[in-house]
């Protein structure tokens, strides 16, 4: 079976293109001949939910402007003395931070790990959608100064800010 381009104007008009392209792809597929009908519909939908949300995980990672886009907290250093433990880190990667505001002060000497340990720990609110920013403090004094002479801009920007699960300064 294949779709016409008149089927695919109703599913873009219902806004389940993926669906489609995905249950074609599964009728096509002659390894799916034993599956039921219902079966396929209800893949092809699970398959387009997850390509959504890893959308919206890519999307959350790029809005974050992470200057170490691919920090993982599988990834960091656990050795003895940094004062880190992999469960706590774990922990934290999965905290609901819009539910729970936390502050959580990362502090070590130059070169420890910050900046890495903080992108690892955005990444993992990122896969848990929330929302993220990454900002210098000098970048974000500078952006709130320059907003603040414009009253609109001002309030805008505080909105913006507050709107955000995780802040990273």
Not at 83 to 110: C, E, K
Not at 113 to 125: N, P
Request: charged share 25%.
């Amino acid at each position: 079976m294949t779709f016409t381009s008149v089927d695919y104007d109703k599913f873009r008009a219902l806004r389940v293109t993926h669906v489609a392209t995905r249950l074609e792809e599964l009728i096509q597929d002659e390894a799916n001949d034993t599956l039921t009908p219902e079966q396929l519909f209800l893949t092809a939908v699970d398959d387009a939910l997850e390509s959504r949300r890893v959308s919206r995980v890519d999307k959350l990672i790029r809005q974050a402007a992470l200057p170490i886009p691919g920090a993982t907290v599988a990834e960091v250093d656990y050795r003895e003395g940094r004062g880190i433990t992999a469960v706590r880190m774990r922990r934290y990667a999965a905290h609901d931070w819009r539910l729970d505001a936390t502050n959580l002060l990362i502090i070590s000497p130059t070169g420890g790990g910050k900046t890495y340990l903080a992108c690892a720990l955005a990444i993992g609110a990122c896969h848990s959608e929330h929302s993220v920013l990454y900002s210098r403090m000098d970048d974000l004094a500078r952006r709130l100064v320059i907003a603040r002479g414009d009253g609109i801009a001002h309030q805008k920007l505080l909105n913006e800010l507050s709107n955000i699960d995780l802040l990273i300064i």
